[in-house]
Every structure is written in C-alpha cells, then in structure tokens.
C-alpha cells in the first residue's frame, strides 16, 4: 500500500527558507514520479515541483530559483527546499505518486493517485 507522510511545515517570515520532507512508502520501483503541490486559502491546487518516472525534475515557472526539490535513497524522500519565502507561498503542501507520469504532466494533479496529508506553511510580512 502506498503511503506518503509530509513533515517540515510551519511558519516562517518573508525571506525564510523551510525545507519539507515527504516519506513514500510502498513504491516498488523507481518509475514512480513523486511531485509537490500546494493549495491556498480559497485556491485551487498548484503544482509546485516534481520529479517524474525518469527522473527529470520540473518546476512551476513561477518558483523557480527559489524552490528546489531532491530526493533520498531513490524516491523513498524527497524534500523541497523552499528559500526566500513570501507570504503568497502560504498554503498547504502535499506530496504525491503514480508511476508512469512523465513531462509535463508531471506536475499535473490528475495525474497521481496517492496523496498525503498536507503540511500547513505560513509565512507572514
């Protein structure tokens, strides 16, 4: 059974940085892309960052040079580090797996089964 636990949130100020962890567990191989979202106040969920099932790492094109996304003993972990923080960052921050989602859909909602909970980030002026 597939599993992802995410940790890391909390609140920060404008010009902080916050590194977010999310466990997988239950994934058999590395063809499993694992990608963030994130969803605030009154909002739709937003792709963040991901990492698809070949590896390739891809990035809201708004966020990126601030935000970076790596992974740990292949994609058991994979965090997002988030520098420079603005109070538009606040939202809830899930993660999510599906194998098989490459390119651009990658960073697409419709294309993950598995989710997890959310990390709630708050960053204030």
């Known amino acids: 059974q597939v599993q992802l636990v995410e940790s890391g949130g909390g609140s920060a100020e404008s010009g902080d940085s916050l590194r977010l962890s999310c466990a997988v567990f239950?994934?058999?191989?590395?063809?499993?892309?694992v990608a963030w979202f994130r969803q605030a106040p009154g909002k739709g969920r937003e792709g963040v960052a991901c990492?698809?099932?070949?590896?390739?790492?891809r990035y809201a094109d708004s966020l990126k040079g601030r935000f970076a996304i790596s992974q740990e003993n292949g994609k058991a972990r994979v965090y997002l580090q988030m520098n420079s923080l603005k109070p538009d960052d606040t939202g809830v921050y899930y993660c999510?797996?599906?194998?098989?989602?490459?390119?651009?859909?990658?960073?697409?909602?419709?294309?993950?089964?598995?989710w997890g909970r959310g990390t709630q980030v708050t960053v204030s002026s």
């Open positions: 990492i698809d099932s070949q590896g390739e790492k």
């Open positions: 239950g994934i058999l191989n590395d063809f499993y892309a």
């Open positions: 999510a797996t599906d194998p098989w989602v490459a390119g651009i859909k990658c960073l697409g909602a419709n294309g993950y089964g598995h």
